[in-house]
């Protein structure tokens, strides 16, 4: 039997552990020690015997004092650092500060963490047993909002309600950044990822929502739409929308992939 | 409606909201329709859940620096005197085989029933080390009163009265540690 979770949703629910996770952590308990210690080293979950983050996790809140735990925990502080993003680009030629000092909140976050879970239960960390990846994605988040906001990142926006120029128009045509097609292929959506990091917030976010399928405009009071959301006029959202789009080509064509 | 959400926390929100993002394409709709006063962060937060990393390639040398100062904080915090005191037997019975010694001794290390005073350096370094805490956690926790552990007052028909602190040359000889191995312990440089 599987200690629970004690954190409690919103709606005063208590969170759960993905099925395929609970399974897994019962497969692993079987196994001799040192057999743990050499799969929790395997990196890509298309590795066979790969052990998930979540599963790995409750090893390390679970297991006794000792060079066991210590092992499991290196490796899984390796996992968190692997999913911040570099202080260098995909081309591997920009560093930045704020980037250096998010990875390193986010690791010493974890480790903070950890550290409390030691000492007495912390239920902070049941978000990370589960989905890791979506836990370690918002501390992104928190250290983002922190580092960004001292750098000042907000651009001007150059078009408040102007009008989109026609070169603009013919720019991007029917370009669609988000082709399912393309977003079958892993280097796209990394070199994808980079450009939408390189716009405006305004346009990131229109390009988040526009992505989610919501719509830029309604006529229905009660629905969504990004020009609700943002405070922004729908022919504003329209013309960043379309800059934001061509931007993405004009990057990711000097990257050769479109 | 509005009241019962200032009760839930920006954070909760966000969370929940992260756990939930991969079940199904309105759950951001729906969560701008429920917690509109944390639009803007939904949306932010989304993007960094649609992020991608390549797990494949080899970790850089800024990316290891990174795990060994988290890792080596991890360490120079690992063990307390709390966790200590929480431990299970079987951690200090595991740890005293770096010593080589009997069980019995590991025992005697939880219960506290050491002088600390007439433990050599050595030893406690080793077993420090093992418990993977400091010399001075560990002096701190065995200056603590004497605490017999469940398995033993168990055994018992009578509530046990808490046991004696000792010379630790006496609980090797209780243990049936020979003289030679006593002596090389108590001489250690």
Redesign the interface.
Known sequence: MLRHLRKLKPDGSSYFRRDKVEAEIQALAGIAAAELELRVCLRAISEPGFVSSEALLYFVRNSAVGAHRDKLAEMLISRVARKVPPVTNSGGDTVSLTKMNIREEVVDHFVDLLLSDREEYDERLDYYEVNFNAAIAADRHDANVRHWSHENRNEELDAEDGELSAKVEIEIGDYNPFDPDELDKKIYRLLLDDAIDSLPELQRRILVMWRQEIPIESSDPSVDSISKVLGKSEKTIRTHRDKAFASLKRRLERKGKI | MMAQHSK?SAD?????F??D??SG?DV??RY??EY?EH???L??????????????IL??F??LA??S???A???K????V??LRA??V??FT??IKVLSLPIQVGIAFRERRIEAASLPHQVLAKLAE???TSTDTLLSFLALPTEATVARARKSAVKPAAPEKVPFERVLRDAGVDDQRISSLLHEE
Do not use: C, H, W, Y
Request: aromatic content about 4%.
């Open positions: 839930i909760d929100v966000l969370r929940a992260a756990m993002f991969d394409a951001l709709k701008l329709a509109p639009s803007a962060a949306v932010d937060l989304s993007r960094e859940l649609m992020r991608e990393f390549d797990d494949e970790p850089g800024d990316e990174l795990v100062a988290g890792i904080r991890l360490k915090n690992a063990t307390s709390r966790s431990a299970p079987k951690v595991d740890a093992a418990l993977q």
